[in-house]
């Protein structure tokens, strides 16, 4: 099995070896799941994911007349021995899957406890080592009031380092523009894939239209909102100075029952309009809470959701 070493990830100013985030132990079961694709996209390299394409694989599919000009190897000459007709063998063509992770990298994801951007980066490590590992392609682009940075498609377990090496020189800072950051994107795409978009999704402009322009490139979109336990459901009593991370906006609140009840209406309603939107567009959904144990989601709350298999 392939382990990449030596890959340090920094989460909320401290280092911590990729070692210590996945064990040899989970990686190897990390290597049994894939990433469901609803919709068959087709890449430009052979790879372990099956076509709708006939070509010249290992999978037999079905027959054709012979054309001129056709490979000899391909003819099957049993056939011909019953019919005095010549049919060429059709083959499944295997191919590989592009997966573009995005990840929001704004100051809101390093608040919380345990912080968000932790989770964040951890999923999209795991995302890219089962992509990489079944010989698809992976790019990553960190999004924040534009596209702060992007990695240009890697392929096969070698660009799994390359792939940690740049998560792991990500900053989380600076304010959230996910429908900016999602259009500039355009510049570098690859064509039709699987969009992963990681975030807690508090951007003052919304994320939608940044979707739909994923959609328009024909990416698959999958979102998962990561929030902390406190913005779930905070426990504030008394008088507070809440401050925005972002933004640096302060404003003073006495923390009454009915004020929490008021946001957590507030919150439900914001996760039920995101949760509505990506219904609507075929998009894969799935809210979480950074303090979900990461063996848990990866292993029973993806699949359930249909996101892993």
Known sequence: MFHPSGVTIKFAGMGVNVKDLFDEDFLKRLEHLRLVSRKMRTGKNSGERRSPLKGQS???????????????????WNSYARTEKLFVKLFMEE???????????????????????????????????????AYDRVAIAACSEQLAA????????????????????????????LNQALLEYGRFSRGPGVALLISDLLSPHGFQDGVKFLQYLRQEVIVLQLLAPEEINPTLHGDWRLLDSESGESREISASP?????YRKKLDDFTEANRDFCFRRGIGFLQVSSATPFEELLLQLLPRAGILA
Request: charged fraction near 20%.
């Open 95 to 133: 191919q590989d899957l592009l997966l573009n992770i995005f990840i929001d990298v704004s100051k809101s994801m390093s608040w919380g406890e345990p912080p968000k951007e932790r989770l964040a980066l951890q999923l999209a490590a795991a995302f890219s080592y089962l992509a990489l590992a």
């Open 150 to 177: 992007y990695q240009a498609p890697l392929r096969g377990k070698t660009g799994i380092d390359q792939a940690w090496t740049f998560l792991a020189q990500l900053s989380f800072a600076g304010s959230t523009n």
């Open 258 to 262: 009915r004020l929490l009840k008021a």
């Open 58 to 76: 290992v999978e037999f599919a079905d027959f054709r007349n012979y054309s001129s000009g056709d490979d000899f190897r391909y003819i099957d």
